[in-house]
């Protein structure tokens, strides 16, 4: 059976929770997955939960990282796959990813790696943008929320600190 490449897109979860943020990443590319297989934790403003993929396969590509906020239906990553039930998810263009990643690009050593940047739940993005804040910009907040998310209750403690 010849195999072909999908576009396993961001889930939709729901008429009110159009975009998610990515939290952990469990995959890489060129990694052989099982249906079934948890390949991402996802956020959405109510709810953390593990995205599963849709098919047995191989990942090509990764087209969003932790932290990313994407809208729901956009692309996620990209799977070589025989299941022919997933032939309208085919990508269009077989070569690289929406950022120009290459498709089957090995992932980096853990020791090259960036430092992961912090991740903020929605909520706790809300407050400090409601206290006049930009979430990108504070680096001396502790994360103490779920997985080191910054949680609201993070964000109440560092206004606490400043003001006092």
């Not at 998810?89 to 912090?118: C, F, H, I, N």
Request: with cysteine.
């Amino acid at each position: 059976m010849e195999s072909f490449l999908i576009e396993v897109p961001m889930p939709s979860m729901g008429a009110t929770v159009n975009e998610l943020t990515v939290v952990t990443v469990k995959t890489a590319p060129g990694a052989t997955v099982a249906k079934g297989q948890k390949l991402a934790e996802l956020e959405s403003d109510k709810s953390i939960f593990e995205f599963e993929s849709p098919c047995d396969g191989t990942v090509r590509a990764i087209l969003a990282a932790a932290g990313e906020v994407r809208a729901s239906g956009t692309a996620f990553l990209h799977i070589e796959t025989t299941d022919t039930s997933l032939k309208h998810l085919e990508a269009k263009a077989q070569g690289t990813g929406d950022r120009g990643q290459v498709t089957g690009k090995a992932a980096p050593s853990p020791d090259t790696r960036p430092p992961s940047p912090v991740i903020w739940t929605p909520r706790a993005q809300k407050l400090a943008q409601d206290a006049g804040l930009d979430p990108a910009k504070i680096s001396d907040i502790e994360a103490t929320g779920p997985g080191g998310r910054v949680s609201g209750d993070d964000v109440t403690r560092y206004l606490a600190k400043r003001q006092g």
